[in-house]
């Protein structure tokens, strides 16, 4: 079905979606927003689709978005025409590249994270900056973790930043987001070991043994772990620093962590 | 000597400041901005001063900013009291802290990076990204590093935007702003082992020796390495990633391999 395009700055569909970058109306609608390219061919490769597809042909960059449209509405989604300026209100971004979509929030539970065969999670708890918990996701990924816990998250990873800061590797890591308790519990029943990296801990991160089922788990850029983490954890682990300890960000500390499992698992 | 406070928004000394976020003004005059609390206590911390210090006390957030205002006045800074409205115009920040001053860029040549007793330096090439070059520097402060030098960089390490992100590491990790040649040159004459990551190397960050005199150089985000970089290195290394491989940005690779030559130092 070919509708005519949407030109006007007031239209009622681009304030639909400018409503979706407030946390409160993605939980009420069930769904988020996704923008550009990579996250829209990284969210398609992850087996997902799109509600809606806005368009803006006229900045369009590359030359392969036609493709990606098409795939867009072979799943069914809805395509809609945008005029630039229109477009533009709408777009999250300094130079939209006319690609923009409305899709559905996915499940999210904690059975959506494998645990089986020695699996290595990263849970992080409380992270407020996007970039952070997108960080964090990318890291996820590059390491082939099981999954990525976001236990009481201050921001929420269908935070458009999130998204954006994640480079679409939102849709490829196995996610679940959840309560600082329920992850605790589910790890223990499952067998999982879970270090807790804080700066209080004696034994350094790599003295640890991260080869069996393991959780690691980071604190708040401000706050660190809570009292739960850090009585709950069977290991407690800190990075040593030579320099100045307040200086490594979380995202940082998460894939130093990480990658020292990854090396001792090789 | 007391001045009145500058209320327009149109005053000169406000305009000088906004041009300083030219990279080109910043080199023209040898001047930068220093802006915040925590960026200025680490600047004066680092035995540097200010020469103007811009105060806007409706916008103090804390209880210990006249200490630095006074700990500023007695190293020789100009004071110069702006009404929160011009401050805010002249601020890089959301929410400014009613502190920005206008610094000396310091010498940044090659000998200010001490190569005795196993050095260990974080070499980046060409970095783009203000964030990315911010959180290197925190890294090479966390990790104690001998120093950091900035090869050929697409961003200048006074940029605004990467005094913020170091959160004022910059001033106390000893730093080289040169270009590729010559850094080569001085690593070699000091024979220090050049150490490049690349995703092409065949040998993984943690199979390769990082204990003796070492320089870990990180290639830019877009590009990774120059030929030039690849050529001159000793070894070769790439950060094994059982998942997709272009998922961790330049700071996390570099972080990784940082830490990773502090394990085996340790």
């Given amino acids: 079905m070919v509708t ?16 979706l970058r407030k946390r ?33 042909p006229e900045l369009f960059i590359g030359s392969n978005e036609l493709d990606l449209v098409a795939r867009c509405r072979k799943t069914g989604s809805e395509i809609i025409e945008v005029a630039a300026a229109p477009f533009r209100k709408a777009s999250y971004r300094d130079r939209p590249e006319g690609l923009l979509a409305i899709a559905d929030q996915f499940d999210t539970s904690l059975d959506q994270i494998p645990l089986r065969a020695d699996p290595l999670v990263l849970v992080v708890e409380s992270i407020e900056k996007p970039g952070n918990l997108g960080t964090m996701l990318r890291t996820a990924e590059a390491a082939g973790l099981s999954g990525m816990i976001v236990a009481d998250p201050m921001t929420d990873p269908f935070n458009p930043n999130v998204v954006r800061a994640s480079l679409g590797t939102l849709f490829a890591v196995p996610l679940a987001i959840t309560d600082t308790a329920s992850a605790i519990a589910h790890l223990r029943s499952a067998g999982v070991s879970i270090v807790a990296t804080t700066p ?25 772990l809570s009292a739960d983490w850090l009585e709950g954890a069977d290991t ?7 320099g100045s300890v307040d200086s490594l960000n979380a995202a940082m500390a998460a894939g130093i962590v990480v990658f020292e499992a990854i090396r001792q698992r090789s």
Same sequence: chains 1, 2.
């Fill in 24 to 56: 409160r109306q993605r939980d009420a609608t069930g769904t988020f927003i996704v923008e550009g390219y990579r996250e829209l061919f990284r969210l398609l490769e992850a087996g997902r689709s799109t509600r809606t597809l806005f368009i803006s």
């Fill in 4 to 19: 005519d395009p949407i030109t006007s700055l007031t239209n009622s569909r681009i304030k639909t979606v400018i409503k």
């Fill in 200 to 224: 209080d801990a004696s034994l350094a991160h790599h003295q640890a043994d991260l080869t069996g089922p393991t959780a690691i788990v980071i604190g708040s850029e401000q706050y660190g």
């Fill in 236 to 242: 407690k682990v800190m990075i040593p620093m030579p």
